[in-house]
Every structure is written in structure tokens, then in C-alpha cells.
């Protein structure tokens, strides 16, 4: 059994930062796929970051250069460093492991961007 367990989202006013952690226990192997998704009100949940079996990183769009995704494979832990932040990143932020076959997400962690 794997469990994903996001932290770190909070209220934040416009233009500011948030860090958020996914640590993963259980049955982890390699290879395999992290990454960060979020998912506004009325709309599909989209890609934010990820990394790909090989290490390398993807971003979405909608947060390019303004997120960086790290990660502590020790830990089993994925971070999401996010800034500049505005309204419209106001979301739930999931947390996802693909490993194989199994896909697995956390519970989501809100992130509200208001003044």
C-alpha cells in the first residue's frame, strides 16, 4: 500500500510564496513518476510539475516560471516551491506517483491566493 501525504498549503496574499511537501511511504519503487497537479473550481485537474522516470522535469504552462519542483529521494518526499503567486492559482494541489501500472494520489492540500 502506498500513501501520499501532501502539507504546506495555505491562504496567501497575491504575489507571495508557499512550499509544499508530498512524502510517500510504503511499497515505493523505482522506476517511477512524481509530480504536482492542481485542480480550480469548475475546471480539470492540470499538470503543475513533474519529474519523469529519468529525473527530468515537467512543467505545466499555467505556473512556468514561477514554480520548481525538487525532490529528496531519501525521503521519498516531492516539493513544490511556488511563487509569485495570484488569485487565479487558487486550487487544490495533489500529489502523484506512478510507478508501473499502480498510479496513486494524495488527498490534495489547498492553496488560496487572496488579498
Known amino acids: 500500500q502506498v500513501q501520499l501525504v501532501e502539507s504546506g498549503g495555505a491562504l496567501v496574499q497575491p504575489g507571495g510564496s508557499l512550499r509544499l511537501s508530498c512524502a510517500a511511504s510504503?511499497?515505493?519503487?523505482?522506476?517511477?513518476?512524481m509530480g504536482w497537479y492542481r485542480q480550480a473550481p469548475g475546471k480539470e485537474r492540470e499538470l503543475v510539475a513533474a519529474?519523469?522516470?529519468?529525473?527530468?522535469?515537467k512543467y505545466g504552462d499555467s505556473m512556468k516560471g514561477r514554480v520548481t519542483i525538487s525532490r529528496d529521494n531519501a525521503k521519498n518526499t516531492v516539493y513544490l516551491q511556488m511563487n509569485s503567486l495570484k488569485p487565479e492559482d487558487t486550487a487544490v494541489y495533489y500529489c502523484?506517483?506512478?510507478?508501473?501500472?499502480?498510479?496513486?494520489w494524495g488527498q490534495g492540500t489547498q492553496v488560496t491566493v487572496s488579498s
Open positions: 519529474f519523469s522516470s529519468s529525473g527530468s522535469t
Open positions: 510504503g511499497s515505493i519503487f523505482s522506476p517511477n513518476v
Open positions: 502523484r506517483l506512478t510507478m508501473s501500472v499502480y498510479d496513486y
